[in-house]
């Protein structure tokens, strides 16, 4: 049977028939195979002509593979049956063979092939079987809590979700994307996760904040990231640094690494905001950041949101800088560090133009300062209304 399989199907595509006939006679031929193998062979070809309307051959084949998948016992059986299983699935997804649906879950869950399986998440996805989106969701947040002992099996399978996962353009994916994008995985998997975000939803702010509701604050900073990257409106942008900035004052740690990472959280949020636009309702979580931030780089992020501000209350803070600094240099108690901050503060009291700075600003020439200090001071006074 198995050398007449092979004759026939030589013979068939040396012969001109129309489409449904060419499909009858395939189908008959895939009735007639007496292997998995031979089933296969017939699969192959009929892909390889792409035969109109051949969805309903995939779907039938693919649902007498599932009855019988289960009771194969050698090794090339399986192989056979998982070549097969993966073609069907590759095919019914780019038809979008919404009926296959069930058949696809079920052989996803029974082969013992990651790239069959894959695939099959792939199909899904493609078909955007809404009955099986909580399950593929459930696969992809299985795989990233931990990486498995054979771990490219496991990226075979995410691989494949997260492809399937993103045909489905609604915001609930979002989440165990952006986690497989940041997880375990190797280079291939994350970059494709990476690659896919942007197109999942055009505004990720509410799944976003939904993560970093919940998430620790590496997590958090992540998210951040995320959004700012994102295709999201500058409102929705700014909202979400908006709440990150504020969050960031909220919990404190003696431990230096947590310090650290709090003042890394509130400086990207600062530096977006910088970019984006400065809404007044931070500025005294701004001033904060300058008085007790973690680092100088904190401070001099603070000192950026502060010019980007313009605001009055704005420049009443920078002056207040200002001020404090002249009098650290009368009493000769400024050092390196002071004269970076200064050198930060200065300019960006100017592009306030607030002439309420006037006073710090002259004073710098009476405080012992540097040459290039003073005429820091003296550009940013011509600066002022």
């Not at 296969?40 to 892909?47: E, G, L, Q, R, W």
């Not at 958090?220 to 990150?244: G, H």
């Not at 050092?335 to 930060?344: G, K, Y």
């Not at 300019?347 to 002259?362: D, M």
Request: glycine content about 4%; aromatic content about 8%; proline content about 4%.
């Amino acid at each position: 049977m198995k050398r007449l399989i092979c004759v026939l199907l030589s013979l068939v595509v040396t012969i001109q028939l129309y489409a449904s006939e060419e499909l009858d006679l395939y189908t008959w031929l895939f009735d007639q195979s007496a292997s998995v193998h031979e089933q296969y062979s017939v699969i192959k070809t009929v892909s390889s002509l792409n035969i109109p309307d051949s969805g309903s051959l995939y779907a039938s084949a693919l649902a007498k593979l599932n009855s019988f998948y289960m009771d194969l016992k050698t090794h090339s059986e399986r192989n056979s049956a998982n070549a097969l299983a993966k073609l069907l699935v590759m095919e019914l997804g780019s038809l979008k063979y919404e009926s296959a649906a069930d058949d696809i879950w079920r052989i996803s869950q029974v082969t013992t092939d990651p790239a069959t399986k894959g695939e099959a998440m792939t199909a899904l996805g493609r078909i955007r079987s809404m009955a099986y989106l909580p399950q593929l969701i459930k696969t992809l947040n299985d795989l990233n809590l931990r990486a498995p002992v054979n771990r490219s099996d496991a990226e075979k399978v995410a691989y494949g979700t997260i492809m399937g996962l993103e045909k489905y353009r609604l915001p609930e994916v979002y989440e165990p994307i952006f986690f497989a994008a940041n997880g375990w995985y190797s280079t291939p998997v994350k970059d494709l996760a990476i690659q896919v975000l942007p197109s999942v939803v055009d505004d990720p702010t509410e799944p976003l904040r939904g993560i970093m509701n919940r998430g620790s604050y590496e997590v958090k900073l992540l998210a951040l990231e995320a959004s700012f990257a994102s295709q999201a409106p500058n409102a929705s942008k700014t909202a979400l640094a908006v709440y990150a900035f504020s969050d960031g004052w909220i919990h404190g740690s003696s431990r230096l690494p947590d310090r650290a990472l709090l003042s890394r959280y509130r400086k990207t949020a600062m530096n977006q905001l910088a970019s984006l636009g400065v809404p007044d309702e931070v500025l005294s979580s701004i001033e904060r950041s300058y008085r007790e931030g973690f680092d100088d780089e904190e401070k001099l992020s603070a000192i950026a949101a502060l010019a980007q501000n313009g605001s009055e209350q704005a420049a009443r803070y920078l002056t207040a800088f200002l001020t404090d600094m002249n009098a650290r240099r009368k009493s000769n108690l400024t050092n390196q560090n002071d004269e970076r901050l200064v050198r930060a503060i200065i300019p960006a009291i100017g592009r306030t133009k607030q002439s309420l700075a006037r006073p710090a600003l002259s004073a710098v020439e009476f405080s012992g300062w540097q040459p290039l200090v003073i005429r820091l001071a003296q550009d940013a006074l011509k600066e002022l209304n």
